[in-house]
């Protein structure tokens, strides 16, 4: 009986926790740019976007049209700024750190928003119905420095409700 370890490699085993193979990535188009970045995010976060995800897909499907260069899928997100939509994704990408998953005071000072970006993610975060970032940025905004306006422009019952308050 030989004792020298085997030179044949193992074939490797998928993780069960940490092998994810239903995380297909998306291309989405805003502003004449095109991200590609990872759906999870989306399908998690958004009820708009679950239900997309839920009925694209087919040779036929409206929602999303083929690239000619690439054959991949896009997305078009035609009200939607480069702006917004970046300081979405260093949210969803801060976020999904180990590290920071569990206290999200270290996130916000990791990517050190200003109020012009916390606006931006305000403003997506309500038209797509991300309700926990916009519930989470919306106590963070300093919201006398809001102009009604804006407020008005971005929903938020909090927001305008704080503005009233503040007028007394």
Do not use: C, W
Not at 29 to 43: A, G, S, Y
Not at 67 to 95: G, M, Q
Request: glycine content about 2%.
């Amino acid at each position: 009986m030989d004792s020298s370890p085997s030179t044949e490699n193992p074939v490797p085993v998928r993780d069960e926790s940490f092998y994810f193979d239903d995380d297909p990535m998306a291309t989405f188009l805003v502003e004449n740019r095109l991200f590609k970045i990872h759906r999870h995010f989306f399908i998690q976060g958004s009820i708009i976007f679950r239900d997309l995800f839920a009925q694209t897909g087919g040779p036929d499907d409206p929602v999303m049209r083929a690239d000619k260069e690439s054959d991949e899928k896009i997305i078009p997100l035609p009200d939607v700024t480069a702006k917004e939509f970046r300081t979405l994704l260093h949210f969803f990408y801060a976020t999904s750190l180990p590290s920071m998953s569990s206290n999200k005071n270290t996130v916000s000072e990791l990517l050190s928003f200003d109020q012009e970006d916390k606006l931006a993610l305000l403003s997506i975060a309500h038209r797509f119905v991300f309700d926990e970032i916009f519930n989470y940025i919306s106590q963070r905004v300093e919201h006398m420095e809001i102009p009604v306006v804006e407020r008005i422009r971005l929903g938020s019952p909090l927001l305008i409700k704080k503005f009233l308050i503040a007028l007394h």
